[in-house]
Structures are given as structure tokens and as C-alpha cells.
């Protein structure tokens, strides 16, 4: 029985039948979930949103249709409200309750929506809403259409999701505040999320930094119908005639309240390399925590590669195999490509102050350098940050943000953490350089080097 | 005395003075070179070829003046004719003797020419040549315009070198037909370079693989002077207005001939990590062997990349410090961009031929997939090959060719080869994931996932 029918139920399903064909085990999977998609890529909505990709369909890797022809009993428009371990059953939201004899968890993590986006009878404004779900992603479009040219849109909060989603808006030609807490891009150190602030206002959008957006301003129109005029924080406001809740999203594990079942503070499932997380009991994706190899600790990290590589784990773990989750190094990537602009940003390992936390005593240093050797055309800006441990010269972490080419050389850096090597692993390893493609030093070495040189 | 003013040696020197800086050594370092240019980009001349890069000037990463400002006694046109190790002299070709008390040997690698693209009496024709100096460089520029439109050029060899080349031609308009001994590209496995070959030809190129050129067609003209017209082999032959020779490269220590140092057979020299040859004797860059990591052999590997670093961990040994170069996991790349078609060509560790000399049992496949997520206007088309130990699942080697994207990708497996993982330390480790770089699982994991199965 696995609950939700996303990246890792779907992948934990189909990796489940696979394994079983081997080992000879008889399984038969039902999935159940609230929604009326599978396995489609959320990471894909605001580039639908965009207008880069034209049809909904192709955000949708398999349909209902294909994981049925493979075997599983899908139940869509099923909600799972609640759990019993002991009895291992669950009970679906029209009050029916069904046995399992495994159950797997991978209910994914909702959208935050703060309390001041909803009206105090806590429904929703019609122009106000997260991008989470194809229907969204959906309804962002209808929204756009029926905004119309010149609208304003406020995005509240500067993730990945956040910086997308104005790049979305921008290529819209829609106007863009983006407002944030933090000091800049969630995810970077500050001296690398300036940069992206910067393109972010080089391309024509606001940005406010360091705030925390507290209200909606709200006109009744003739006919007596509310209407969200504008985003109000401490001290200033702005005009908005949409407003995204880019805030973050929180573990869907609420069915499990009294199930008896140990979460984390957050809510989050902290299942085991295989997905175990009791006896019956699975659970892999966005719901769960995993585990970092860095400093060995949980965090909570709701991305779609981990989503899927843990399920596919869960599933041949499932079914007799033996495959296993191996933890994160903390990668991950967006882009900002509007207004002219355009930088990829990505990260792995610690930031500073995790580093500081995990007890290392870092060096930390930005290099600029260029994606290619300087005299091609291809040579884009490319800002590195590399942190290394002053005592063990391992390295902690590295962050990008540059021109093309520049996103996933990051791959390169989380190698390095994943075999524990050190800044002089790094400096000194044999990548790959042609004048296309790099300097005769990749910048990633020559920003190694250069923190070698200063512990 | 450093014999060499390129890539190994001005590395060398530059951080042999910033090292004695730090170490308060005393170092007076003269440098001689038989040529005009220091410095340069040997890697840039095809994309100078191709009109990518608009003047000589851009190739030059130092000038003669910015060395000597450094403190560097740069003599050019001085070519060292024989060395006396026991003596520690040098001796040049105008009959000076120069005593030192270490020798730096960074002669690099000059182009092969063969026999049959020289006149009988040995001196060059003067539409034939290879690519290797700047003058080269200039001279292709030259027989260019002196061919004129519609000019045919046939390339020898089908290294990255006759790939840039082609490129270049293809650019600039003229006639292009590859010819080569092998069976692809060399330094990939065949069913990976075959790709590269149709691309070629789908870009107008005409590729004739597995022959070996024996020799020049020549017409005289009214005036009686010889012009070649055409390039012959085994029952076959090709007009030829030009003809490049890109067959390869051979170490540059004839004067090290009588010299009593050891060369390999094909007259490389074996440094150690620090670049210590013999008492007294340096050596680093084209003119040497570096040591491949993975199965722990010397190759010859002329490349900018190796040679920079190794010239930098001499420089700095010599001044006292402890810079050691790493040896290789023999990482390489380029690209063919030419009649609409672009492809980013990489590898990096063994072939399969080099995998079973050096005892294993290889599993190998090649998996198609995409640089992006499928749905995304940047998903161009990759094809990976991957390479495994079947007993130990160490990974072995890794070729891509794709589009945008697609060659740096090697330098993660390169990571993994440096720190002697498995393939599914690839296939499960953290990569960056977001619509616009990856698949959910990058097309690099999903390629190590699929030889783990077959393990």
C-alpha cells in the first residue's frame, strides 16, 4: 500500500515489481492518492508557467494509464487521513478503511500558505497561491491571463522556487517584487546570493531583502467581491495584483498525527538507507528528512533527484533487494534567465555556518574566473566560493553562480564530498579543458588552489 | 635554466619565484626558447583558424615583457642544441655554452610530419602543414586566403586536432574531407566515436576511416615550381588544395640525445610528481610522460592542462616547496560546432582495450538520454558510455557525446576515477538536479545505473 503517487511512490513501485520479478516474490501494489496526477515533475511548473513548456502533459513522466497497464491498483482522488500502525490499516478520507501488509509513505510536502494569505475564514484569494501542484501551476495561468499585461506580481520568499517563478513572471512581461526574509537567495552564502539579487534587478525586477511580509491589502470591488490589492511588511507595502507563496514547503505527514509513528519536529519521516522507518512501515521523498554525509545529519531537503532515488531504494529494499539511499552532499541548482539576464546557481556541502556548527574551523574564499579559456566567445562570468576545513583540508562546500556552463560544475564538487576529499583533491584532479569548455586550470581548481593556498 | 618558454616552463618559473619569495631561497632563472611567442595557447589556434578568435594577441596568456617584468631572464630565439648533465651545461645552436645549476626541460612536443608530406630534399610544401605554433597558426591563415573560396582541405588524422580543424574549415567555407587510420575519433571507443563521425558528415565533411595516407599528388606549374594537388593511400586518392597534417605530436628531446638522461622510447622523459628527472634535471609538460592513476602506467598525454600543473608543482619543489602533480585519470575533451550540427565530445579513463591489458573484467554500455529534462527547450540529445570492473565495480572509464552540456559532465566521473569508486558511487551520488541541466536522475547516473544492473 503506498500513499502518494509521485516521484518516489511511483518509483518505489515500479522498482518494487521490478525486483520482485527477480527475486520471485508475489506482490500486489496499491497505490492511493489525494490527487488527480502521477509522477508528474513539479520542478517543471514554473517553466509551464513561463511559457517554456507548452502542455501540462509533458510535465507528466507516466499516467495513470501506464503505471495501471504495469500492474498497479492506482486510486486517485483518494485521501489517506489517517494511519494505524499496530492494526496496519488506513482510513481514506470518504471513511473507508483498508488493510495493507506494507505500507508506504511518500504523501510529499505541501505547500506552506501562511495564515495572512487566507482570508480569516481561512479559504483562499482568488489571485494569492503556492506553486506546488499541476493544478497550480494551472491555476497560476488563468491567473496570468486574467491579470493581463502590465500586472504586478509579489513572489514571497527568494528559494529556488521563488527566483523561478520571477523568471517565469519577467518573461511574461508581468511586473516582479520578489521579497524575502533572508538576505538573499536561500541556499547561497550572501556573498553569492547578491549576485543573483543583482540580476534579479538587472533584469527589471524589485528586490526587498530582510523582510517579513505580514499581511495582504484587500479592496472590495463594486459587487461586494474581496480583492488582494497589495503585500504589506513592517514599515512598507506593494502594489500586487497577484502574489505567489514561494515560502517553502513542510512534510505531508499530518495523517499520521496519533498513528504512534516518530517524526521529526518539522513532521518529516527519518526512514533508514532502505526507506524502513518501522516494522510495515516505509516512507521515501519529500515527506522525509535525509541524511547529509558531510556532518551526518537529517535535513530536510523536498527535491525531486532525492525523491527518486530513495523510492527506487525503498522499492528493491521492498522486495527483497538490497539497494539503499547513500545520503545527500546538499547539491542543488536553479536558474535565472530573464530580462537579458542570465545565471546558473547551484550549490553542494555546508554553508558556513553548518560548517561552524559540525565543528570545522573553515577558510572560505570567492574566485571569479570564466566558464571558458577568456578568448572564446563561449568565456561567461563565473563567480566560485570554496570552503575547505583548516585542519583536515577537506572540503566543506562549493557554490556557483555564473554563465552558462557554469551550473553544473558543482557535479564536479559533490564527487569530492561524496568521497570525502580534500581542496587538494579538487585543485589538483584531472578535468577536463579545451578553450570551449574551460581556462587550462578550470576555475573550480583555480578557486581550490587559491583556498589551499591560504590554509 | 629553464629550456622552454610555453605552458610547463613559464609555470614553473613564475612559482618557482613565488615560492622562493615565501622560502627566501635565491633564485636566478633564465629561460630559453627557440621560438618567438611565450606562452601561448596551442589549444586556441584551430578556434584562431576558424576566425572565433580575432587576433593572434588573445592567444598569448603572457608576453615576453610581462615575464621578463617579473624577473625572468626570457632569451628567445636561442634554441638549446645539446645538454651535458655531468657538466650541467647547455649548448646552443649559435655554438654559446651556458653553465646552470638546474636544468628546467619544457620543450613541449612538436608536430609530427611525416616523410611523405615533404618535399625530396626535406623542406615543406607550402600548402602543407601542420598545427601546432603560432606561426602555424598564421601560416593557415595565409594558404586560407591564398586558396580562396571553394578550396578543398583534406585533414590527416582525426584527433581532437583534425576535429577542430575540420571545424574550422567547415566555418570558413571550404571543402573538408577527413582521412584517418583509425576506425573514429581517436581516444574513443568506437561505438561512441562513430557519433562524431556522422556528425562530421552530416555537417558536409566527407570521413574515410582505416586507411593510412602514403603520399602527396604534385603538379608543376607554368613556371615549373611544385604544387601539391592531392593525397593519395591505398586505392584511393582525394583533391587537395591544402592538407592539414594533425597525425600527433612527439616529445621534443632529440638535444637530449648523448645526454646520458633516460627517455622512453618514444623520447619522453618520467618526472616524479615533484618533476625531478636526475640529479640536477627537471622536467614537466608535452615532453613528458605523466602517470595514469587508474592502472598506475606512464602515457604520453601532451595536453595544456597537465602541463601547466606539473610545471607548477616543479617551480614550486625546486624553490623548496612540496607541490606534487597527482598524475591523470586521462580526461580530455572537445567539440565539433560546424554546418549545424554541435557536438561536445569527452572521455576520461580507460579505454576498453587498456582496461583488459591492465587485468579487468570490463562491463560496458553505452545510454542515451538528455542534458536536460526531456520537456525543456535545452534537452539536446547525449549518449554516455561507462565502463566497470565486473569483480570490484570500480569504475574505469566514462566517454560522453552531446550537446550543450553534455562534455563537462565527465569531469564528475573524472572525480570519481581520482578517488578509485564504483560505478554506483556514480550512480547514487548527490548531482545537481532542475529542469534545465538534468533528468531527475542526470543521464550520467542513469548510465552508471544501468552497468551496476549488468554487474
Given at each position: 500500500?503506498?500513499?502518494?503517487a509521485?516521484?518516489?511512490?511511483?518509483?518505489a513501485a515500479?522498482?518494487?515489481?521490478?525486483?520482485?520479478?527477480?527475486?520471485g516474490?508475489e506482490?500486489?501494489?496499491?497505490?492511493?492518492?489525494?490527487?488527480?496526477?502521477?509522477?508528474?515533475?513539479?520542478?517543471?511548473i514554473?517553466?509551464?508557467?513561463?511559457?517554456?513548456?507548452?502542455?501540462?502533459d509533458?510535465?507528466?513522466?507516466?499516467t495513470?494509464?501506464?503505471?495501471?497497464?504495469?500492474?498497479?491498483d492506482?486510486?486517485?482522488?483518494?485521501?489517506?487521513?489517517?494511519?494505524?500502525v499496530?492494526?496496519?490499516?488506513v482510513?481514506?478520507?470518504?471513511?473507508?478503511?483498508?488493510?495493507?501488509?506494507?505500507?508506504?509513505?511518500?504523501?510529499?510536502a505541501?505547500?506552506?500558505?501562511?495564515?495572512?494569505?487566507?482570508?480569516?475564514d481561512g479559504?483562499?484569494y482568488?489571485?494569492?497561491?503556492p506553486?506546488?501542484?499541476?493544478?497550480?501551476?494551472?491555476a497560476?495561468?488563468?491567473?496570468?491571463?486574467?491579470?493581463?499585461?502590465?500586472?504586478?506580481?509579489?513572489?514571497?520568499?527568494?528559494?529556488?522556487?521563488?527566483?523561478?517563478?520571477?523568471?517565469a513572471?519577467?518573461?511574461?512581461?508581468?511586473?516582479v517584487?520578489?521579497?524575502?526574509?533572508?538576505?538573499?537567495?536561500?541556499l547561497?552564502?550572501?556573498?553569492?546570493s547578491?549576485?543573483?539579487?543583482?540580476?534579479?534587478?538587472?533584469?527589471?525586477?524589485?528586490?526587498?531583502?530582510?523582510?517579513?511580509?505580514?499581511?495582504?491589502?484587500?479592496a472590495?470591488?463594486?459587487?461586494?467581491?474581496e480583492?488582494?490589492?497589495?503585500?504589506r511588511?513592517?514599515g512598507?507595502?506593494?502594489d500586487?495584483?497577484?502574489?505567489v507563496l514561494?515560502?517553502?514547503v513542510?512534510?505531508?505527514?499530518?495523517?499520521?498525527t496519533?498513528?504512534?509513528?516518530?517524526?521529526a519536529d518539522n513532521?518529516?519521516?527519518?526512514?533508514?538507507p532502505?526507506?524502513?522507518?518501522?516494522?510495515?512501515?516505509?516512507?521515501?521523498?519529500?515527506?522525509c528528512?535525509?541524511?547529509?554525509?558531510i556532518d551526518?545529519?537529517w535535513?530536510?531537503r523536498?527535491?525531486?533527484?532525492?525523491?527518486?532515488?530513495?523510492?527506487?531504494?525503498?522499492?528493491?529494499?521492498l522486495?527483497?533487494?538490497?539497494?539503499?539511499?547513500?545520503?545527500?552532499?546538499?547539491?542543488?541548482?536553479?536558474?535565472?534567465?530573464?530580462?537579458?539576464q542570465?545565471?546558473?546557481?547551484?550549490?553542494t556541502?555546508?554553508g558556513?555556518?553548518?560548517?561552524?556548527?559540525?565543528?570545522?574551523d573553515?577558510?572560505?574564499?570567492?574566485?571569479?574566473?570564466?566558464?571558458?579559456?577568456?578568448?572564446?566567445?563561449?568565456?561567461?562570468?563565473i563567480?566560485?566560493w570554496?570552503?575547505?576545513?583548516?585542519?583536515?583540508?577537506r572540503?566543506?562546500?562549493?557554490?556557483?553562480?555564473?554563465?552558462h556552463?557554469?551550473?553544473?560544475r558543482?557535479?564536479?564538487?559533490?564527487a569530492?564530498?561524496?568521497?570525502?576529499?580534500?581542496v587538494d583533491?579538487?585543485?589538483?584532479?584531472?578535468?577536463?579543458?579545451?578553450?570551449?569548455?574551460?581556462?587550462?586550470?578550470?576555475?573550480l581548481?583555480?578557486?581550490?588552489?587559491?583556498?589551499?593556498e591560504?590554509?
Open positions: 500500500m503506498v500513499v502518494g509521485d516521484a518516489a511512490g511511483m518509483s515500479h522498482q518494487a515489481l521490478r525486483t520482485a520479478r527477480r527475486t516474490d506482490l500486489a501494489i496499491t497505490v492511493l492518492d489525494r490527487g488527480t496526477h502521477t509522477s508528474y515533475s513539479a520542478c517543471g514554473p517553466y509551464w508557467m513561463a511559457g517554456e513548456v507548452g502542455s501540462v509533458e510535465l507528466v513522466a507516466r495513470a494509464e501506464q503505471h495501471r497497464a504495469a500492474g498497479i492506482l486510486r486517485l482522488g483518494t485521501e489517506v487521513v489517517a494511519a494505524d499496530a492494526a496496519r490499516t482510513t481514506t478520507a470518504a471513511g473507508e478503511t483498508l488493510e495493507y501488509d506494507e505500507l508506504v509513505v511518500a504523501t510529499g505541501p505547500a506552506i500558505v501562511p495564515d495572512w494569505a487566507l482570508r480569516p479559504t483562499p482568488d489571485m494569492v497561491g506553486v506546488k501542484t499541476l493544478d497550480d501551476g494551472a497560476w495561468l488563468d491567473r496570468f491571463d486574467a491579470a493581463g499585461d502590465g500586472a504586478h506580481v509579489v513572489v514571497v520568499g527568494a528559494g529556488y522556487i521563488g527566483v523561478e517563478v520571477a523568471e513572471a519577467l518573461r511574461r512581461g508581468l511586473g517584487t520578489v521579497v524575502t526574509r533572508g538576505r538573499g537567495l536561500a547561497l552564502e550572501d556573498e553569492m547578491e549576485r543573483v539579487a543583482v540580476a534579479l534587478c538587472d533584469a527589471g525586477a524589485e528586490v526587498v531583502l530582510g523582510v517579513e511580509v505580514t499581511g495582504l491589502d484587500v472590495q470591488d463594486g459587487a461586494g467581491a480583492r488582494v490589492t497589495g503585500v511588511w513592517e512598507d507595502q506593494r500586487a495584483d497577484l502574489v514561494a515560502i517553502g513542510r512534510p505531508g505527514t499530518d495523517f499520521l496519533g498513528s504512534g509513528l516518530e517524526t513532521g518529516a519521516l527519518r526512514p533508514d532502505h526507506g524502513r522507518v518501522a516494522d510495515g512501515v516505509w516512507a521515501a521523498g519529500d515527506c528528512e535525509v541524511r547529509r554525509r551526518d545529519r535535513v530536510f523536498p527535491l525531486g533527484t532525492h525523491a527518486t532515488k530513495h523510492g527506487r531504494a525503498l522499492g528493491d529494499s522486495a527483497g533487494g538490497e539497494l539503499a539511499f547513500q545520503g545527500i552532499v546538499d547539491t542543488s541548482i536553479t536558474r535565472f534567465a530573464a530580462g537579458g542570465y545565471l546558473e546557481i547551484a550549490r556541502g555546508l558556513r555556518a553548518e560548517a561552524e556548527e559540525a565543528g570545522h573553515p577558510v572560505t574564499l570567492v574566485t571569479e574566473g570564466t566558464t571558458a579559456t577568456g578568448y572564446m566567445p563561449e568565456a561567461d562570468p563567480a566560485v570554496v570552503m575547505a576545513d583548516r585542519d583536515t583540508r572540503l566543506l562546500g562549493v557554490q556557483v553562480v555564473g554563465g556552463g557554469a551550473g553544473k558543482v557535479d564536479t564538487a559533490a569530492v564530498l561524496w568521497a570525502q576529499g580534500t583533491d579538487l585543485a589538483w584532479m584531472d578535468l577536463a579543458y579545451a578553450p570551449p569548455f574551460s581556462s587550462t586550470w578550470d576555475v581548481q583555480i578557486a581550490a588552489r587559491r583556498v589551499a591560504r590554509i
